[in-house]
Antibody, heavy 120, light 107 residues
Framework: QVQLKESGPGLVKPSETLSLTCTVS??????????WSWIRQPPGKGLEWIGDIHYSGRTTYNSSLKSRVSISVDTSKDQFSLNLGSVTAADTAVYYCARDLIDGLGFDFWGQGILVTVSS | DIQMTQSPSSLSASVGDRVTLTCRASQSISGSLNWYQQKPGIAPKLLIFSASNLQSGVPSRFSGSGSETDFTLSISSLQPEDFATYYCQQGYSRPHTFGQGTRLETK
């Protein structure tokens, strides 16, 4: 059974960079069949896809965040990471990592989520 | 970007009711539509992929239909554990986009 788990600081100061890592177990990020995504959910609001990465290094980002976001993968550790720069209070959210089937067949496995608060 | 619009935004129903939720895409997405269920404090769960395919382990009272721009999620006989928020998501093109959600509440 594939499992994903987010890790990183729960509190980030405004204007700084939010950095999170997702560790995959029970499977490998080096599969041609999947993309690996970051999705966030502000408190009480809906889901926003941030971006994804394929093990080959190909990335796609949400255009609304593209200037501030970077996603990378470490195949040796079965991890992928999110960096979101110049954060503001509007970036406060639960951040999820998820596995995305390559043909748009949905996010079939999710991490438990990690709440990141942007505050001084 | 493709916009996804769900209706209604909230729905009150009772155990045993049949309910239908709607999702509309701003352009044709063929059959690339996925549905998720989310309960408070828990990550979303994939229910249906490619408009009408039940994810493994999902009860058969859930069903999906539609194509192009109009899609529905139906629950044939509501159970207590079905009260949750439901999201649609298009898998047709990146960036992936979600609907704003339909909150299914007990009447």
């Amino acid at each position: 059974q594939v499992q994903l788990k987010e890790s990183g600081p729960g509190l980030v100061k405004p204007s700084e960079t939010l950095s999170l890592t997702c560790t995959v177990s029970g499977g490998s990020v080096s599969s041609v069949s999947y993309f690996w995504s970051w999705i966030r959910q502000p408190p009480g609001k809906g889901l926003e896809w941030i971006g994804d990465i394929h093990y080959s290094g190909r990335t796609t980002y949400n255009s609304s965040l593209k200037s501030r976001v970077s996603i990378s993968v470490d195949t040796s550790k079965d991890q992928f990471s999110l960096n979101l720069g110049s954060v503001t209070a509007a970036d406060t959210a639960v951040y999820y990592c998820a596995r995305d089937l390559i043909d748009g067949l949905g996010f079939d496995f999710w991490g438990q989520g990690i709440l990141v608060t942007v505050s001084s | 970007d493709i916009q996804m619009t769900q209706s209604p935004s909230s729905l009150s129903a009772s155990v045993g009711d049949r309910v239908t939720l709607t999702c509309r895409a701003s352009q044709s997405i063929s059959g690339s539509l996925n549905w998720y269920q989310q309960k408070p404090g828990i990550a979303p769960k994939l229910l249906i992929f490619s408009a009408s395919n039940l994810q493994s382990g999902v009860p058969s009272r859930f069903s999906g239909s539609g194509s192009e721009t109009d899609f529905t999620l139906s629950i044939s006989s509501l159970q207590p554990e079905d009260f949750a928020t439901y999201y649609c998501q298009q898998g047709y093109s990146r960036p992936h986009t979600f609907g704003q959600g339909t909150r299914l509440e007990t009447k």
